[in-house]
């Protein structure tokens, strides 16, 4: 689909199918999607761990409202691997590459007809004890992804965005 109606259509999905599987074709493009994404200095950091069991549903669903999505891809980085930027220390990109990768997966999803909501209502230390991270990977999201359910509709929020002349400048 031409991408500007892409990103028109998708909206975050509050109200997945739970007894709607995903194919396990379209779960390995949606994952394509992730590793084909740029970052910083190529050094691909992420890691994402597929959450599909009933086990590690149930663990995220207590970390943060997961909406019965039947997959919830949680998307950390790795700081052994991270880029940092030698003219800003302490700056690392792992949230950017992290970001990329879980906002390719989003749209490649929405492609497929599946639909997915970002999920940041977590707290990162009870992530990394839940699913016992080793120290070096650092959660930066969760995608949720799944069927949507009859009731699914988008928040009376989505189409409430600012005009391009609120955020954009040029200077
Ligand atoms: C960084 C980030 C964090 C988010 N965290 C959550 C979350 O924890 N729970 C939730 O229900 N939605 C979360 N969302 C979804 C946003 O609320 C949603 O994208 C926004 O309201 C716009 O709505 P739309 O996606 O339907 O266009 C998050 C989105 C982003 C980009």
Not at 20 to 47: D, M, V, W, Y
Not at 48 to 66: E, I, P, Q
Request: charged share 25%.
């Amino acid at each position: 689909m031409e991408f500007l109606k892409l990103a028109e259509q998708r909206y975050s999905e509050r109200a997945f199918d739970k007894a709607h599987p995903i194919e396990e074709e379209k779960l390995s493009k949606i994952l394509e999607a992730g590793r084909l994404a740029p970052t910083a200095c190529n050094f691909q950091p992420q890691k994402v761990y597929v959450l599909k069991s009933n086990d590690a549903l149930w663990k995220a669903a207590k970390l943060t409202h997961t909406y019965d999505a039947p997959i919830v891809l949680l998307v950390c980085y790795d700081l052994n691997t991270v880029w940092k930027n030698a003219r800003e220390e302490g700056y690392n990109a792992g949230e950017q590459d992290a970001s990329i990768v879980a906002t390719s997966m989003m749209f490649e999803a929405e492609d497929l007809g599946i639909h997915s909501i970002w999920l940041r209502g977590f707290n990162s230390k009870l992530v990394s004890e839940s699913f016992e991270l080793p120290e070096n990977i650092k959660p930066a999201m969760m995608l949720a992804i799944g069927y949507p359910s009859e009731s699914s509709a988008p928040s009376p929020r989505h189409s409430d965005r600012k005009p391009l002349t609120d955020t954009v400048e040029e200077l």
